[in-house]
């Protein structure tokens, strides 16, 4: 996607600035997923099985289009469907992709413990590095978005790449190649912003949908995974996606005050028991006025 | 000597008996691993600890399961420990007076049974601290099983969790520092069983005229056995 490395920074026997220094594009990566054009069809649940080399899963029948439950460790891209029902009595049929929003505020990577198992590339990517995961599922409790999956047998987290291997190689992500009808696109993030912007437009213009919009959520500092919605009022009703996420407040607690907390008293502690034995030393054990003879010890 | 008792001799006394120093060690030396690793969970400048241990898939796999033995050393200190460990009233008006206890002017206090107001304090921080610690350690041990809409229970027990590990390491700060340094003998007394008289005396004089049958040696009748 970038190229980053072939950035001219000088060249020899040239008068004045190097070209290009300094106009290089944003870096930062995002993958639109419009959702009033998606049919449902799968295809970028097979392509993310494909490339990443995962079987297929069996499907579990519900009496709706919904095929799993949930997202899986080797699963990392699954289509929530829902039918809603207006006011008006008008249906309609909601489906969604749902995967790893790649946030720019990580609550998994504020939570994670683990030297580098958690990486936030400077494009944006939050991948997961399993060889250095220890298995606390810390990262399930930071994030607002129920992603990462618990693999029980190798004790390790998984979850949407966004493809970092492809995208590292200037390809774009797996489903987005897939994808039938155009509902995704791949790109920089204000490249993406504006397509999104542009699509929000025309709906609002054209349809009936004069509340749609973008989700960016500002809670997690924007997202590198992006929707435009029907109903940005309500995207509560496209399988559970929060309305207004945030990393916990108990885990931004946990990860902020408590640490510095914990800390100081830690190190106070310490500090304070030698500072303590150098101002009053060790207790004296009083002898005892009269100190007993030696008796012989026999039974009475 | 052969048949004397091995719990009052003439110049020392026994304080803790062969089991009761096993059960310590025990406690402390699970403790130290849930500690040493949970330090590592803690805080990144400290995960070198759990990379030293085994690394840290090794350690996330063994913390709990060492935790439950340090939960269940407690339960076996609790049953032994729990008659002498009963706050008193003595112990109130001990606790009102701890700060002649920290500035070593240990003769202004109210006498002591075999332990002291802190230790009983520090013994039901431990004991309360490790209920605390298993109950919200289930939740961290298998996050797994929590549905996405009892979310906040995962973040609530780490977090009660963290606090009470904290508690615990705050106690056992205090704990360490006097054991090694500020109460000399009561090392030994941990480790060989043994105290002298004159510390018994001095520290926990109660215990040692019930021990003894009063100051004088030759009230040697009390001893049991």
């Known amino acids: 996607m970038s190229n980053g490395p072939l950035e001219i920074k000088a060249i020899s026997g040239h008068a004045g600035t190097v070209p290009g220094r300094d106009a290089s594009r944003d870096y930062q990566i995002c993958k639109v997923i419009d959702v009033t054009t998606c049919i449902g069809c799968k295809a970028c649940e097979v392509a993310c099985l494909e490339w990443n080399g995962y079987p297929f899963r069996e499907t579990v029948f519900d009496n709706t289009y919904q095929t799993m439950p949930d997202l899986a460790w080797n699963y990392y891209n699954l289509i929530r469907f829902n039918e809603h029902v207006a006011d008006d009595g008008t249906l309609s049929w909601l489906m969604r992709k749902d995967g790893c929003m790649h946030c720019a505020d990580p609550g998994c990577l504020r939570a994670c413990p683990a030297d580098g198992a958690i990486v936030q590339y400077a494009n944006g990517i939050v991948d997961f590095n399993q060889a250095n995961c220890i298995g606390c599922q810390y990262c399930v409790t ?20 966004l493809c970092s291997d492809r995208v590292g190689a200037g390809l774009e992500p797996a489903c987005i190649k897939a994808c039938p009808t155009g509902c995704l696109h791949f790109g920089s993030k204000d490249d993406m912003k504006n397509l999104a912007e542009r699509r929000v437009a025309q709906l609002k213009e054209h ?15 924007g997202t590198h995974v992006i929707y435009v919605l029907h109903d940005i009022e309500h995207p509560e009703r496209y399988g559970g996606l929060p309305k207004d996420p945030h990393v916990p407040l108990l885990v931004r607690i946990w990860k902020g005050p408590l ?11 310490i500090l304070g028991a030698a500072t303590h034995y150098l101002r009053f030393g060790p207790k004296k054990v009083e002898e005892e006025s009269a100190q007993p003879a ?7 | 000597m052969a048949t004397a008792s091995h719990y009052v001799r003439a110049d020392t006394i026994q304080r803790y008996t062969f089991r009761e120093r096993i059960m310590h060690w025990l406690t402390a030396g699970v403790y130290c691993y849930c500690l040493a690793t949970g330090l590592a ?17 090794t350690s996330r796999f063994w913390h709990p399961i060492i935790g439950l033995g340090f939960v269940a050393a407690a339960v076996w200190m609790h049953t032994v420990w729990r008659r002498d460990m009963e706050v008193t009233e003595t112990d109130h008006r001990w606790l009102t007076r701890v700060n002649d206890y920290a500035t070593n002017q240990d003769e202004l206090l109210p006498l002591q049974e075999r332990f002291n107001a802190g230790q009983k304090l520090f013994y039901w921080l431990m004991y309360y601290g490790a209920i605390l610690l298993l109950l919200s350690g289930i939740f961290l041990w298998f996050p797994e099983y929590i549905p996405f809409s009892l979310a906040w229970a995962r973040s609530t027990m780490v977090l009660i969790h963290e606090i009470a590990a904290l508690l615990t390491i705050g106690g056992f700060i205090v704990h360490l520092y006097m054991g090694l340094f500020l109460v000399p003998g009561s090392m030994t007394a941990m480790t060989e069983g043994y105290v002298s008289r004159a510390w018994a005396r001095t520290h926990h004089r109660l215990w040692y005229i019930r021990a003894t049958g009063g100051d004088s040696p030759r009230k040697n009748e009390a001893e049991p056995g």
């Open chain 1, 207 to 221: 349809t009936s949908h004069k509340s749609a919009g973008i989700y960016d959520p500002p809670g997690v500092g």
């Open chain 1, 294 to 300: 030696v008796k012989k010890e026999e039974p009475n």
């Open chain 1, 142 to 161: 930071g994030c607002p978005f129920n992603i990462p999956k618990f693999n029980s047998e190798t004790k390790k987290v998984h979850k949407c790449t």
């Open chain 2, 41 to 57: 969970f803690y805080t990144p400048y400290l995960f070198w600890i759990a990379v030293v241990l085994g690394g840290g898939p």
């Open chain 1, 259 to 269: 640490k510095w907390l914990g800390n100081v008293a830690i190190a106070a502690g």
